[in-house]
């Protein structure tokens, strides 16, 4: 059975929330987002399970999957529902191996050949990107467009996120391109008014 996707992916990114980590997840889960991710490049792995720990606590209540970046050793010790590996991390099979058959397991990918691979694993779905230049990671891939998001989507059936430089401006022509979700960032996190924007997000895909 094909997984299904809410249409608002937001990640938790602790380069732009900081302190106000816990504060941040419950504006979320209170405006209806329903898959976050913890994103931690810094933090050691003690410091990094004790957030995860917490935020687990949060989403929980509010029947919100959780996914950790990275660290599959920390998504199954907080209790989160997945875990999030990139090109450079473990394999989704090695993440599968710690992870079990009950947490979900994302992949980044950033062409057409880490696309097919992907495929063929047990990833639960496929994240392409960046899609946009995007100002969140300190060597970011080279940009893909909505191309790739057309050519993976002729590769798999397995769930697509579209993710990099994503804007509200943007986020309708991704999604018409083939992308399931699409995962946002610094459109939030940098908005004046981040909680303004999850709505003005929840409303627009909502009509895609």
């Keep these: 059975m094909r997984l299904v996707l809410p249409r608002l992916y937001v990640i938790l990114d602790a380069a732009l929330t900081g302190a106000r980590v816990a504060e941040d997840a419950r504006m979320l ?37 959780f996914i950790v970046n990275d660290r599959a050793d920390v998504a199954v010790l907080c209790g989160a529902g997945g875990v999030h590996v990139g090109q450079d991390d473990l394999s989704v099979e090695d993440a599968r191996s710690v992870a079990g058959d009950t947490l979900w397991v994302g992949v980044s990918t950033h062409n057409l050949e880490q696309v097919r691979q992907a495929a063929k ?8 990107g960046p899609v946009y230049a995007t100002g969140t990671k300190e060597n970011p891939d080279p940009v893909v467009g909505t191309e790739l998001i057309r050519q993976a989507r002729r590769e798999t059936e397995k769930p697509l996120v579209a993710i990099g430089g994503i804007t509200l401006e943007r986020a309708g022509e991704v999604m018409e391109a083939g992308a399931d979700a699409v995962v946002v960032i ?3 996190w940098k908005a004046p008014d981040a909680r303004e924007r999850v709505r003005q997000y929840q409303k627009l895909l909502s009509r895609n």
């Design 29 to 65: 889960t209170e405006e209806g987002v329903r898959l976050i991710q913890y994103r931690s490049k810094t933090g050691s792995a003690r410091e990094q399970l004790a957030v995860c720990r917490q935020l687990a606590e949060i989403f929980q209540s509010q029947k919100t999957t």
């Design 121 to 128: 694993t047990t990833s639960d779905y496929v994240a392409v």
């Design 186 to 188: 610094s459109d939030i």
